[in-house]
């Protein structure tokens, strides 16, 4: 069963231009990540943030978790023509281990 | 660097025949994965598992069988091809560290069953 879900389902914006996708989901987590899939490949791995986290950077990239609102936004800050791509939410359930739960994505489309 | 292969990129199959599909990391990984992905659906997980021999049910395993028999290598078997088969499969390894993992995913196989 789909636990995330991510909104808006297609994102289009300019480059130079921020970026913010949502992700809600349902039952208790463990942890929450993103993930973006570049067209017709794999899935890479871009933030984690923890149930008792409440936001984290890496590079461009900003992630919210509001536990009571089960909800996760993903920011990419000054996007560029390369940020294309599809955007994943996953969360994993405690006690589920390694067994990530992926929603439907998101796709990004940077005009240059 | 994590490095996980799949054997083929583009395959076709017809109804019927026993199709297999391998993944293969080279990060001593316990945990191996295989997904299908599907427009408007995402990833759904087909089965997984934890060690060598070891396997669980995802979410969809119907029509599906898989293989470890060793660590480095996750197969995955459509033993009777179907048309509804025809998907984007995606192999993925993680291992566990700290209280949490992430996964890291193979190119994908988008598989045609005719």
């Known amino acids: 069963s789909q636990q995330g879900e991510e909104d808006p389902q297609a994102l289009s914006i300019q480059e130079g231009e921020n970026a913010t996708m949502n992700c809600s989901y349902k039952t208790s987590i463990n942890n929450l990540q993103w993930y973006r899939q570049n067209s017709g490949r794999g899935l890479v791995h871009l933030i984690l943030?923890?149930?008792?986290?409440r936001e984290k950077h890496s590079g461009r990239l900003r992630v919210t978790l509001d536990t009571s609102k089960k909800s996760s936004s993903l920011l990419i800050t000054a996007s560029r023509a390369a940020d294309t791509a599809s955007y994943f939410c996953a969360t994993v359930r405690p006690g589920a281990n390694s067994k990530l739960t992926f929603g439907k994505g998101i796709t990004l489309s940077v005009r240059p | 660097d994590v490095k996980v292969t799949q054997s083929s990129r583009y395959l076709v199959k017809r109804t019927g025949e026993k199709v297999f599909l391998e993944c293969v990391q080279d990060?001593?990984?316990?945990?191996m994965f295989w997904y299908r992905q599907d427009p408007g659906l995402g990833l759904r997980l087909i089965y997984f598992?934890?060690?060598?021999?070891?396997?669980e049910k995802g979410d969809i395993p119907e029509g599906y069988s898989v293989s470890r028999e060793k660590k480095e290598r996750f197969s995955l078997i459509l033993e009777s091809a179907s048309t509804n088969q025809t998907s984007m499969y995606l192999c993925?390894?993680?291992?566990?560290?700290?209280?949490?993992?992430?996964?890291?995913f193979g190119p994908g196989t988008r598989l045609t069953v005719l």
């Open positions: 990060m001593d990984h316990e945990n």
């Open positions: 943030i923890r149930s008792n986290e």
């Open positions: 598992s934890y060690d060598v021999k070891m396997k």
């Open positions: 993925a390894s993680s291992f566990w560290s700290g209280g949490i993992d992430t996964q890291y």
